[in-house]
């Protein structure tokens, strides 16, 4: 038996915190009748309603994709434009990705149909470390790339201390290949980032994913993970936000 504010968010419905909410507000029904305290628990055989309509219980499923560039972070696109759920063909299970990756970046990329998980991943405090490889145009000075380790002003605010490497650079192309980490998830946040420093971004691939990498992969093949990686990324988003609330 499992409580029912979590079969809500594992469901994709909302995240756990929301589901208790719901539950709260009279909104959610168990086998036809009305459910408002926390801490009711559920079976696979119970009919579980929110707003009137049946949740679909799923077992849970879990994935890394190697997103190629050209890929939209997405279920769906109404431009007809390729989404990641592409890769995904004959799969029953309805998954959705992990946040996101722009349309030009490739690189790793995580999808499921657990909820909880997805928005425990995402949370700000969570704090997963997430590896880039740059390509820039120009060769950053020294000074410019410790600018980017103690955060820089962008138009959302600064940016928490990263990580950064000198991979390699070409003085006669002109450009430079950075190894960039971080651990947050603004939107087009490492493009942004060397923006903030007078490089564009050529090129951007995501290379890890807490110890997760794209070993083995070649662009646009995936593979499930297994139950002790699960388990390990969920240790490690709860471990950080323990730490958080010292």
């Known amino acids: 038996m499992e409580r029912l504010q979590k079969v809500i968010a594992r469901a994709g419905i909302a995240s756990r ?4 909410e719901l539950i709260k507000e009279g909104r959610v029904k168990v086998n036809g009748i009305i459910v408002t305290e926390l801490g009711v628990k559920v079976t696979s055989s119970d009919r579980i309603e929110v707003n009137e309509i049946p949740i679909e219980r799923e077992e849970s499923v879990y994935f890394l994709l190697y997103k190629p560039r050209g890929v939209i972070s997405s279920v769906s ?22 946040g996101r990756l722009d349309y ?19 949370h700000p405090s969570s704090e997963i470390e997430k590896v880039y490889v740059a390509k820039v145009k120009g060769v950053p000075l020294k000074e410019k790339l410790k ?3 103690k955060g820089v002003r962008l138009e959302d605010g600064k940016t928490a201390p990263a990580r950064i490497k000198m991979l ?15 651990h947050e998830g603004r939107n087009r946040q490492v493009r942004r980032m060397f923006e903030a420093i007078g490089h564009e971004v050529l090129k951007l691939k995501r290379e890890r994913y807490g110890f997760l990498t794209l070993s083995g992969l070649k662009a646009g093949e995936a593979r499930e993970l297994t139950p002790h990686e699960v388990k390990q990324l969920r240790a490690a ?8 609330k010292r």
């Open 237 to 244: 988003a709860m471990e950080t936000k323990k730490n958080q």
């Open 168 to 182: 390699s650079f070409d003085k006669k192309k002109q450009t430079a290949i950075i190894e960039i980490s971080i």
């Open 77 to 98: 696109d109404d431009k007809g434009r390729k989404v990641v759920t592409d890769f995904f063909v004959g799969l029953k299970e309805r998954i959705f990705p992990v």
């Open 17 to 20: 915190r929301k589901a208790e």
């Open 147 to 149: 600018k980017l380790e």
């Open 104 to 122: 030009d970046t490739s690189g790793l990329l995580l999808l499921t149909n657990d909820g909880e998980f997805a928005n425990l991943l995402m």
